[in-house]
């Protein structure tokens, strides 16, 4: 299947810095990248759509001006935290879509952000 | 409103046996995709079998296969002979089949496999 990077899949960060977290498609162009966040032993939670070229789309609850979500190119999205607190402490992962018959989509090995 | 569900919270298996795991869905779409991942402790997110929902026949993939009936909105995951890697979390997820479209995720499924 398809290959998706992310990085950095750990940072451990004091309060109040931010965070960036970079997602890309390896063999194939994503036009549309999407930014999930996980809660331990839950489901995924939908944060954001990233479209490339174009202001990404948020899900209701979820902060624009803490989140903030860059597709500069059709393989790359970045997902920053701005002024990270504890409670962002959290596993980030992203996923982009293959084109397709099957739409399938493939997800970066995440990134565990732990805020002191 | 589209949602998934996914009634067992944990599931038991004994190496070499098969086990289901249960995935019902609810949508208004004529047209959507049926998905299972793997998520091992590790927090990747693996994609094991895809179901559309004009497949006449039954996505198999190896161990994996759908048990997919439309009528019920059921998409239950079977995995055979299983070994003791498998043991992770499994998600079924739906979506549309429209070019930028989220999936929707079930709660999960963990699945613990002993010898």
């Known amino acids: 299947g398809a290959v998706v990077s992310q990085h950095p899949s750990r940072v451990i960060c004091k309060s109040g810095t931010s965070v960036k977290i970079e997602c890309r498609s390896l063999?194939?162009?994503?036009?549309?990248m999407f930014w999930y966040r996980q809660f331990p032993k839950k489901s995924l939670m939908l944060m954001a759509t990233?479209?490339?070229?174009?202001?990404?789309?948020?899900e209701q609850g979820v902060e624009k001006d803490k989140f903030l979500i860059n597709h500069a190119s059709l393989t790359l999205s970045t997902l920053t935290v701005t002024s990270a607190h504890p409670e962002d402490s959290s596993f980030y992962i992203c996923?982009?879509?293959?084109?397709?018959?099957?739409?399938?989509?493939?997800f970066g090995a995440g990134t565990r952000l732990s805020v002191l | 409103a589209q949602k998934i569900t996914q009634t067992q919270p944990g599931m038991f298996v004994q190496e070499k046996e098969a086990v289901t795991l249960d995935c019902t869905y609810d949508t208004s779409d004529p047209s959507y995709g049926l998905f299972w991942y793997k998520q091992p402790s590790s927090g990747e997110m693996i994609f094991l079998i895809y179901?559309?929902?004009?497949?006449?026949q039954n996505a198999t993939e190896g161990r994996y296969s759908l048990n997919f009936q439309k009528a019920r909105k059921s998409a239950n995951l079977v995995i055979s002979a299983s070994q003791l890697g498998d043991s992770a979390m499994y998600f079924c997820a739906m979506s549309p089949n429209q070019a930028g479209t989220a999936l929707i995720f079930g709660k999960g499924t963990t699945l613990s496999v002993s010898s």
């Open positions: 063999d194939f162009q994503a036009t549309t």
């Open positions: 996923s982009a879509r293959e084109l397709g018959y099957k739409n399938i989509q493939y």
């Open positions: 179901q559309g929902s004009y497949d006449q």
């Open positions: 990233s479209n490339e070229g174009s202001k990404a789309t948020y």
